[in-house]
């Protein structure tokens, strides 16, 4: 084997013997250890042989066009000057290890865009062996100041979505350079407390503004640990929210009434209406002018916001929308503005940064193309660290270093 094929495999530290493929169809390599290794204790370079295995050890090292890479070494003791005796260590292998961290980083990152048992059956590694180490890896796998930049302002978006079911995860991006942070276990306040407590405090605070949806636990958890950053409340979140109840409205008129009432006049954009829905809009808000009519006019107040040029002028629209609404006689118009005015800074925060959570939305996109290529998870740290894998490794010596401290 020469030396450029050796540099392919890694094998660049060992001396090459003899190569052969197995029955099974898989590739053995026959190589020796180097003459010398650095001792443990007074790291001088030593080469006396203290004692040879009598039978010599199998090691997956890699995997080449789909078949398993097998090493065949004689592990050696080495006897150091300083009387030290010791196991002479293997290149690229791992202590107490049988499988090279290549290996390990190679099936690890084929979980990337792969399920378990897809990776399974390519890699010849099982589940157990995978999700092992997959666990192993420390998260994140790169600095974090590969993640978020070396200097500069960061702006973080946190938000939910589900794992299984009705189980919430958390999910923080930082949308200054567009890298997904951290997939935290739920969605619940303490969880996001301690990672923001753990986040290092040269980071956090260099942190200027934080987008949410209108969570109160999440705006209370950066108020405290991130006073000095701006709160801003995504607008497609504030948008949905007065699209749902204006819709809300519209089925509870309907089941009063007992006729239908059409729905997509009320949710869609009333620029964008048809003839037809611009006619059925007016009928809807000219028979329910107290709830049906002022939902809707407060739905695309808000919508007429986020056009606004600037803060003064956005500021001032708002405080005319919220005093409105809050003079209607519908008691559903009254606790929404006051909700709206509850959140008034967060709103308004968005004419300060112009930052949406755009981006978390689109992690949420390819998560869920994740989770259906994986047909499921039922333990959520090995399904918040697929889903990391997805996003933040680009190659297999960032992966390889961590398996091998």
């Given at each position: 084997m020469d030396k450029h094929t050796q540099g392919v495999l890694g094998l660049?530290?060992?001396?090459?013997?003899?190569?052969?493929?197995?029955?099974?169809?898989?590739?053995?390599?026959?190589?020796?250890?180097?003459?010398?290794?650095?001792?443990?204790?007074?790291?001088?370079?030593?080469?006396?042989?203290h004692q040879v295995a009598a039978r010599p050890s199998r090691l997956l090292w890699s995997f080449v066009n789909g078949r398993r890479l097998w090493l065949v070494v004689r592990r050696r003791r080495l006897r150091c000057r300083c009387g030290r005796v010791f196991t002479q260590p293997l290149p690229g292998v791992a202590p107490r290890q049988r499988v090279s961290a290549h290996a390990?980083?190679?099936?690890?990152?084929?979980?990337?865009?792969?399920?378990?048992?897809?990776?399974?059956?390519?890699?010849?590694?099982?589940?157990?062996?995978?999700?092992?180490?997959?666990?192993?890896?420390?998260?994140?796998?790169?600095?974090?100041?590969?993640?978020?930049?070396?200097d500069g302002p960061i702006a973080l978006g946190i938000d939910e979505h589900s794992f299984r079911g009705r189980d919430l995860v958390m999910t923080i991006t930082c949308l200054s350079t567009h890298r997904l942070l951290a997939?935290?276990?739920?969605?619940?306040?303490?969880?996001?407390?301690?990672?923001?407590?753990?986040?290092?405090?040269?980071?956090?605070?260099?942190?200027?503004?934080?987008?949410?949806d209108l969570r109160e636990s999440f705006r209370s958890v950066v108020r405290q640990l991130l006073?000095?950053?701006?709160?801003?409340?995504?607008?497609?979140?504030?948008?949905?929210?007065?699209?749902?109840?204006?819709?809300?409205?519209r089925r509870l008129e309907q089941a009063e009434a007992r006729t239908a009432l059409p729905r997509?006049?009320?949710?869609?954009?009333?620029?964008?209406?048809?003839?037809?829905?611009?006619?059925?809009?007016?009928?809807?808000?000219?028979?329910?002018?107290?709830?049906?009519?002022?939902?809707?006019?407060?739905?695309?107040?808000?919508r007429a916001l986020y056009r606004c040029p600037d803060q003064p002028t956005a500021s001032a629209h708002f405080q005319r929308l919220?005093?409105?609404?809050?003079?209607?006689?519908?008691?559903?118009?009254?606790?929404?503005?006051?909700?709206?005015?509850?959140?008034?800074?967060?709103?308004?925060?968005?004419?300060?940064?112009?930052?949406t959570n755009g981006y978390t939305e689109g992690c949420h996109t390819k998560v869920k193309l994740l989770k259906r290529l994986?047909?499921?998870?039922?333990?959520?740290?090995?399904?918040?660290?697929?889903?990391?894998?997805?996003?933040?490794p680009r190659s297999l010596d960032t992966l390889t270093s961590h398996i091998l401290t």
């Open positions: 660049q530290d060992y001396r090459v013997m003899t190569y052969q493929r197995r029955g099974d169809g898989d590739e053995e390599v026959s190589v020796r250890l180097p003459a010398t290794a650095p001792c443990p204790g007074c790291q001088a370079p030593a080469g006396r042989v390990q980083a190679a099936a690890v990152h084929a979980l990337a865009e792969q399920s378990f048992a897809a990776t399974q059956r390519s890699h010849g590694v099982s589940y157990g062996r995978l999700r092992r180490w997959l666990q192993r890896l420390p998260v994140p796998w790169c600095p974090w100041e590969e993640l978020v930049g070396a997939i935290l276990p739920n969605d619940r306040q303490a969880t996001l407390r301690s990672w923001l407590r753990a986040w290092p405090e040269p980071l956090r605070s260099r942190v200027v503004a934080v987008c949410t006073p000095h950053a701006v709160l801003v409340a995504d607008p497609f979140h504030v948008i949905q929210d007065a699209t749902r109840r204006v819709d809300e409205t997509w006049p009320l949710v869609k954009a009333q620029e964008r209406l048809t003839p037809k829905q611009q006619a059925q809009l007016a009928s809807l808000t000219a028979t329910y002018p107290e709830t049906i009519g002022a939902h809707h006019w407060l739905k695309e107040g808000l919220v005093l409105n609404a809050e003079a209607g006689d519908d008691a559903s118009t009254v606790l929404w503005a006051r909700t709206l005015r509850r959140w008034d800074d967060a709103i308004l925060g968005f004419f300060t940064h112009r930052i994986s047909y499921g998870f039922r333990n959520v740290d090995v399904y918040s660290r697929k889903m990391l894998l997805g996003f933040l």
